[in-house]
Nanobody
Framework: QVQLVESGGGLVQAGGSLRLSCAAS????????LGWFRQALGKEREFVAA????????NYADSVKGRFAISRDNAKNTVYLRMNSLKPEDTAVYYC???????????????WGQGTQVTVSS
């Protein structure tokens, strides 16, 4: 089990940037795949990005590819999501999640944070 706490959300104008952080507890942080998901109001939660335990491999949703970057610092037990060129449609609650398996399906992720709100104004 790993506990996750997100931070860094807020209100930003379209075209702006934000960096989300997710701090994790536990001594086996580097063994987990870390992912970011988001859920907009009235919509289902969707995959955003994921990174392997070593940080060597990443995967992104097509909607954020080229604009968002996921990274991790295993020494700090933290995963980041750098979001550039934000659009109003990026507005959502962003969740950090941990998995022992690689993939983008929610069902693969057993541990979830509480979420952080990102609002992009036009």
């Amino acid at each position: 089990q790993v506990q996750l706490v997100e931070s860094g959300g807020g209100l930003v104008q379209a075209g702006g940037s934000l960096r989300l952080s997710c701090a994790a507890s536990g001594r086996t942080f580097s063994s987990y795949v870390l992912g970011w998901f988001r859920q907009a109001l009235g919509k289902e939660r969707e995959f955003v990005a994921a990174v392997t335990g070593s940080g060597g491999n990443t995967n992104y949703a097509d909607s954020v590819k080229g604009r968002f970057a996921i990274s991790r610092d295993n020494a700090k037990n933290t995963v980041y999501l750098r979001m550039n060129s934000l659009k109003p449609e990026d507005t959502a609650v962003y969740y950090c999640a941990a998995s022992t398996a690689w993939g983008k399906r929610e069902s693969k992720y057993d541990n979830w944070g509480q979420g952080t709100q990102v609002t992009v104004s036009s």
